[in-house]
């Protein structure tokens, strides 16, 4: 029974840890940026989306009132707080311009996602189609 108690378990020891954990972050460093178009692509996803839900209330306010809107708080369309209003959302969405006839949306994003100094910008009009007017 002495011998059970004595029975060394197999186990890394901290240094060992501490080489796989640095290993980890020399790979990670080197994959990061052949990821980061890809993180761009996925954040962009959201500003469409909106968009979508953007142009979807700008048409309902058009069958309403036969005109569309340029306040976007006639809307049944709430923006989402961004990430510097404590939130989620990476973009923040305006009404450029609206006539009887028309309209145009913008999503402008508030942070730089690959770090090149350029923010991404999306647009939709009365056609219902997103276009990316500025790529970061």
Do not use: C, H
């Amino acid at each position: 029974m002495n011998t059970l108690l004595k029975k060394k378990v197999p186990a890394l020891n901290l240094q060992e840890t501490l080489i796989v954990l640095a290993i980890i972050g020399i790979l990670l460093l080197l994959a990061l940026p052949n990821l980061m178009p890809l993180i761009s692509k996925a954040k962009s996803i959201e500003a469409q989306t909106q968009l979508k839900a953007l142009y979807n209330s700008q048409t309902t306010y058009r069958y309403m009132y036969s005109k569309f809107t340029d306040d976007i708080n006639e809307l049944d369309f709430v923006p989402p707080k961004t990430v510097k209003e404590e939130g989620t959302a990476n973009y923040r969405y305006e009404i450029i311009e609206a006539t009887d006839v028309g309209f145009k949306a913008r999503a402008e994003a508030v942070t730089d996602f690959d770090g090149d100094g350029i923010l991404n910008v999306w647009e939709i009009d009365a056609n219902g189609n997103p276009k990316q007017i500025t790529k970061d």
